[in-house]
């Protein structure tokens, strides 16, 4: 962040700031890997709204991978939903152990990701508590993302990377709704995202 005006100076208080794009809680795009895939802004307000929401507990621990296995436990509840929420426990090392959930989380092996856009039709997004849908501890991070982005047979799943789902394992209660609201900019291909849940009474 930069100090681009002051009241002192110039009557009044602005800052310039630089964000890369897929810093913090942020939502991939299909373009972030797909050159044919739309951006984020290019899909309309309506998309980010989730009220068929599923929460799936895949406990993972450092470098694993998710599954299709993980999943099928939980595939009549993912058939319904349009956001699926990975509950892999991993944020808890957020604060605590940054440089580990940086870089030795879990991630999507391919054959997870096409198994999500293969078998989900209504599926429109899935959120991650872990950094990215790869792992720079391996090389699968494009085949995943690209398969996910709409790369392999044209349906295309948005990802959620780094949520902080903390709020998910402290209670039982089932969300209700989910709304994303991202950065619109034009011409990006991904952006930062705030995420708000209600829960059922």
Same mark, same amino acid.
């Given at each position: 962040?930069?100090?681009?005006?002051?009241?002192?100076?110039?009557?009044?208080?602005?800052?310039?700031?630089?964000?890369?794009?897929?810093?913090?809680?942020?939502?991939?795009?299909?373009?972030?890997?797909?050159?044919?895939?739309?951006?984020?802004?290019?899909?309309?307000?309506?998309?980010?709204?989730?009220?068929?929401?599923?929460?799936?507990?895949?406990?993972? @621990?450092?470098?694993? !991978?998710?599954?299709?296995? &993980? =999943? %099928? $436990?939980?595939?009549?509840?993912?058939?319904?939903?349009?956001?699926?929420?990975?509950?892999?426990?991993?944020?808890?090392?957020?604060?605590?152990?940054?440089?580990?959930?940086?870089?030795?989380?879990?991630?999507?092996?391919?054959?997870?990701?096409?198994?999500?856009?293969?078998?989900?039709?209504?599926?429109?997004?899935?959120?991650?508590?872990?950094?990215?849908?790869?792992?720079?501890?391996?090389?699968?991070?494009?085949?995943?993302?690209?398969?996910?982005?709409?790369?392999?047979?044209? @349906?295309?799943?948005? !990802?959620?990377?780094?949520? &902080? =789902? %903390? $709020?998910?394992?402290?209670?039982?209660?089932?969300?209700?709704?989910?709304?994303?609201?991202?950065?619109?900019?034009?011409?990006?291909?991904?952006?930062?995202?705030?995420?708000?849940?209600?829960?059922?009474?």
């Amino acid at each position: 962040m930069e100090r681009f005006t002051t009241i002192e100076r110039d009557g009044y208080n602005s800052c310039k700031t630089i964000l890369p794009n897929h810093h913090g809680t942020h939502c991939d795009g299909p373009n972030h890997f797909n050159p044919n895939g739309p951006k984020l802004n290019e899909l309309p307000i309506s998309y980010f709204w989730f009220d068929r929401v599923a929460a799936a507990d895949v406990p993972k @621990k450092r470098g694993e !991978a998710v599954t299709p296995d &993980d =999943l %099928r $436990p939980h595939e009549a509840a993912i058939q319904k939903a349009d956001l699926l929420l990975l509950k892999t426990g991993f944020c808890m090392l957020r604060d605590t152990q940054p440089r580990a959930y940086e870089r030795e989380g879990p991630y999507l092996s391919p054959e997870v990701c096409r198994y999500l856009v293969e078998t989900f039709p209504d599926l429109k997004c899935i959120g991650l508590d872990f950094l990215s849908v790869g792992t720079p501890a391996n090389s699968l991070s494009r085949q995943a993302h690209q398969i996910l982005f709409g790369c392999h047979n044209g @349906k295309f799943i948005t !990802a959620i990377e780094d949520m &902080d =789902l %903390r $709020p998910l394992f402290q209670t039982d209660k089932r969300l209700k709704t989910v709304i994303a609201a991202p950065l619109r900019l034009s011409g990006v291909d991904s952006s930062q995202i705030t995420v708000m849940g209600e829960f059922e009474d």
